[in-house]
C-alpha cells in the first residue's frame, strides 16, 4: 500500500495531475470550438429558416400590396364610375384567394348624395363573396388607423393586427393606399384602397416550422405585438415588452427595441427561472414585420453534452488504470530509497559514520549513494568548523556588549543632571542604529557660571566611529578646561582630530557655552544640523549659523562664533542626522519640515515630554522599518526665573 506522504505517492498523484490537467484542457478546447461551430451552424440554419418563413409570407404580401396602388392609380384616374366600384372591389377578391377583404373609403362627403360616411367593403365569409357599404357613428372609419395614419403620412402603411368588428369580424391587417382627385386644379386626399389579410393564414404558415422538439418561431408587429405564436392566448394580447415586464427581463426589453429597429441578431436570452435560449430575429421588407426563431439551449448543444460525457467516462477508465500500471513501476523502482531515508535519519542523529547501504547498480541511485557518502565527510568537517566559528562569534558579540556599555557610560544619562541649577532643564537621548554607533553628546559647567553642551555626529557607523566619538568627547573635556570660547575650543579640537587622521574620519559637531546669568549663548558649528529654537511664545526656527567644515579634515581652520540672547522658557533642541533622515519603507524622509510640525505640537513645554513626542512621531513615521542612523537628541531649558530667587 503506498503511504500517503511518500515519494511514490507524491509522484503518482503529480503525474495523475498532469494528465487530468491536459484532458481538461483538452476536453475544453474541444468543447469550446465545438460549441462554436454548433452556433455558426445554428445560426446559418436559423437566417436560412428565417429568410425562407420571410420568402413565403413576401411571395403573397408583395402581389397582395400591388392590388391596392393599381386600385388607387384607377381612381385618380376617374376611369371607374362610382356604381361600377363594388363589381370591381368583387373581382379583386374572386382573383385573388389570399385576400380575405377590401375597400374603398372615402373622405366625409366626398358624394354629396351619399352623405357623410361611404366605405364599399367586398369580404370573404366561407366560399362566398359578401359586399358591404359601411360608415356612420358606430362605424366611423375615419378615425381608424388603418385609415387614418396612412392618411396622415400621405404614404402606403400596413396596420397593425386587429379585430375588425362591424365589417371583417376577423383578426386581420390592412394595407391602406391614400388617392387623390383634382378639385379646382388642386390635388386633393380623397380616400383610401385598401386589402386586408387574414392572420390565420401566417399563423399556418409559422407553424409549420419545426426546430428540435421545443423550438419554436413566431411573429412580431412593428410595434412588438404578438401576431402569430405557439401559445394561441399570446396573439393580439401580449407585446414582447409587456413580456419582459412580466417577467422581469431586461434582454426581452433590449430585443424589442433591436427589433424595432430594423436590426437582425443572433443570440443567448437567458431569464431567470426559464431554460437558457437562442433568438434570431429578422425583418419583413414589406410591412416591417420582424420573424423570429428560437432554439432551446439545451436541445441544441444536446449531440455535444452526449460527446462529452462520453469523453469523460473514458478519462476516467484510463485514468485508473493508468494508476494501476503507475504505482507497480514506481514502487518497484524508489524501494531504495527507504534505506537511505533511514541512514539520513541516523546521521540527522549525529552518527556520521553510519553504514550506507550498498548500491550495485549505476544508475541515479549510485549517484544518490556517492552524495550521502560525501555528505558525511563534509557535515563531520562542517560541524567542527562551526564549533570554532561560534566561540569566535560569541566573544566578539561580549566585546561589543562591553564595548557598548563602557561608550553609554562614557555618555551622561542621569536626568536631572544638575539638581542644584535650576536655571537649566535639560533631557536627551542617543539610540545607536548598531550595537556601538557615532553619535556623541556632553553637557558640563564651566567656572559655575557657564553652562558648555555639545552634540555630534562622526561619519562611518560601528566600532570605528565609537572610537572617534570616544576621543572626540575626552578631546572636548580636556580643551574646555583651558578655553571658555567656543570658537578656540573648536579649533583646537580640530586640530587634535586632525593629526595623524590617516582614515580621514571627521565630526559634525555643535558647541554652545550658555551664561546661566545673563541668558546670552555663545556657540560654534562644524558642519552640523542647526539645533531648532522654541521660544516661550512657542515660536519656532532653526539657529542661523556659518557655514563651516565637519572636525577632523584640516588642522587649520578659523570656525566662526555666533550669539544668541535667550529668555525665560526659551528651548533649544539639537539633534543629529538620524532624526531628519529617518526613512520609512517607501524611503520618504522624515524631514526637517515635519521635525518642527511635530516640536510645535507636543503640548507640554518640559525637555523630556519634547524628546518624547518626537520620538512617537518617528516610530509613526518609519513603522517598524529598520534604524540605519544613529538617532540623537538633547532638549536644554533656561529658567531666567531662578536667578532672581
Keep these: ?55 413565403k409570407i413576401e411571395q403573397i404580401l408583395l402581389p397582395m400590396e ?38 374603398l373609403a372615402f373622405e366625409p362627403d366626398f358624394f354629396p348624395d351619399k352623405g357623410k360616411y361611404y366605405m364599399l367593403y367586398a369580404h370573404r365569409e366561407e366560399d362566398s363573396i359578401q359586399t358591404m357599404i359601411l360608415g356612420g357613428r358606430d362605424y366611423s372609419y375615419f378615425y ?12 402606403p402603411y400596413w396596420s397593425e393586427p386587429y379585430y375588425d368588428e362591424g365589417a371583417g369580424n376577423v383578426l386581420m391587417a390592412t394595407y391602406s393606399v391614400p388617392f387623390y382627385c383634382m378639385q379646382d386644379g388642386k390635388r386633393n386626399f380623397a380616400g383610401m ?55 422581469n427581463a431586461p434582454i426581452l426589453r433590449e430585443i424589442g427595441r433591436e427589433l424595432l429597429q430594423g436590426k437582425s441578431n443572433f443570440r443567448e436570452y437567458n431569464i431567470p427561472g426559464r431554460e437558457p435560449r437562442w ?23 444536446a449531440p455535444l453534452i452526449q460527446m ?11 485514468l485508473l488504470l493508468l494508476t494501476l500500471i503507475t504505482s507497480g513501476i514506481i514502487n518497484k523502482l524508489a524501494s531504495p530509497l527507504t534505506q537511505f531515508a533511514n541512514s539520513a535519519r541516523t546521521i540527522a542523529e549525529g552518527n556520521f559514520n553510519v553504514q550506507l547501504p550498498p548500491v550495485k547498480t549505476r544508475d541515479e541511485m549510485k549517484e544518490l549513494h556517492n552524495a550521502f557518502s560525501h555528505m558525511q565527510l563534509q557535515l563531520a568537517q562542517y560541524i567542527e568548523n562551526l564549533k570554532e566559528t561560534t566561540t569566535a562569534k560569541e566573544k566578539i558579540e561580549s566585546e561589543l556588549r562591553i ?56 561619519s562611518g557607523k560601528g566600532v570605528p566611529a565609537s572610537l572617534f566619538m570616544a576621543v572626540t568627547r575626552t578631546l572636548l573635556r580636556s580643551i574646555s578646561d583651558k578655553e571658555e570660547s567656543p570658537s578656540r575650543i573648536m579649533e583646537n579640537l580640530n586640530k ?60 587649520d581652520f578659523a570656525y566662526p562664533e555666533s550669539q544668541l540672547q535667550l529668555n525665560n522658557g526659551d528651548m533649544i533642541f539639537a539633534y543629529t542626522d538620524g532624526v531628519n533622515e529617518a526613512e520609512n519603507e517607501q524611503a520618504i524622509l522624515f524631514g526637517d519640515e515635519q521635525m518642527l510640525h511635530q516640536l510645535g505640537k507636543c503640548k507640554d513645554p518640559n525637555p523630556a515630554s519634547l524628546i518624547h513626542c518626537l520620538e512617537t512621531a518617528i516610530e509613526s513615521h518609519v513603522k517598524g522599518f529598520p534604524q540605519s542612523d544613529d538617532i540623537t537628541m538633547m532638549t536644554i531649558m533656561y529658567n531666567e526665573q531662578a536667578n532672581k530667587i
Design 403 to 458: 564595548a557598548r556599555e563602557i561608550q553609554m557610560s562614557m555618555i551622561p544619562h542621569t536626568f536631572p543632571p544638575f539638581p542644584d541649577l535650576p536655571q537649566i532643564s535639560l533631557y536627551a537621548t542617543l539610540k545607536s542604529a548598531k550595537e556601538v554607533g557615532g553619535d556623541l553628546y556632553d553637557f558640563f559647567v564651566i567656572n559655575k557660571t557657564k553652562f558648555c553642551f555639545a552634540i555630534g555626529d562622526v
Design 308 to 318: 462529452n460525457t462520453m469523453a469523460i467516462l473514458l478519462i476516467v477508465a484510463g
Design 1 to 55: 500500500m503506498i503511504k500517503r506522504h511518500s515519494l511514490s505517492f507524491r509522484i503518482i498523484t503529480s503525474v495523475l495531475l498532469i494528465t487530468v490537467t491536459l484532458f481538461i484542457l483538452i476536453l475544453s478546447v474541444y468543447y469550446y470550438y465545438t460549441r462554436r461551430i454548433i452556433m455558426e451552424s445554428t445560426q446559418r440554419y436559423a437566417i436560412e429558416l428565417a429568410g425562407n418563413i420571410s420568402g
Design 496 to 555: 587634535s582630530l586632525a593629526y595623524n587622521n590617516e582614515s580621514n574620519m571627521f565630526v559634525t559637531f555643535f558647541l554652545g557655552i550658555l551664561d546661566l546669568e545673563t541668558g546670552l549663548l555663545q556657540y560654534a558649528n562644524a558642519g552640523h544640523n542647526p539645533p531648532v529654537l522654541i521660544t516661550c511664545q512657542n515660536d519656532i526656527r532653526m539657529f542661523e549659523t556659518a557655514n563651516a567644515i565637519p572636525l577632523g579634515l584640516f588642522e
Design 66 to 103: 400591388k392590388l391596392p396602388l393599381m386600385l388607387a392609380a384607377t381612381m385618380e384616374m376617374g376611369v371607374f364610375h362610382q356604381d361600377s366600384l363594388m363589381p370591381v372591389l368583387k373581382s379583386i377578391l374572386k382573383h385573388n384567394k389570399n385576400i380575405y377583404g377590401t375597400c
Design 193 to 247: 384602397a385598401t386589402v386586408d389579410i387574414e392572420l390565420e393564414w401566417l399563423t399556418d404558415i409559422v407553424s409549420e416550422v419545426r426546430i428540435f422538439e421545443t423550438g419554436y418561431a413566431f411573429m412580431i408587429s412593428r410595434n412588438g405585438v404578438a401576431v402569430t405564436h405557439p401559445d394561441k392566448s399570446q396573439i393580439m394580447n401580449s407585446s414582447i415588452f409587456s413580456i419582459a415586464e412580466d417577467w
Design 144 to 155: 381608424m388607423d388603418w385609415y387614418q395614419i396612412p392618411a396622415m403620412l400621405r404614404t
Design 279 to 301: 433568438i434570431y430575429y429578422h425583418n419583413l421588407e414589406s410591412n416591417l414585420w420582424s420573424v423570429s426563431v428560437v432554439y432551446p439551449d439545451r436541445e441544441m448543444f
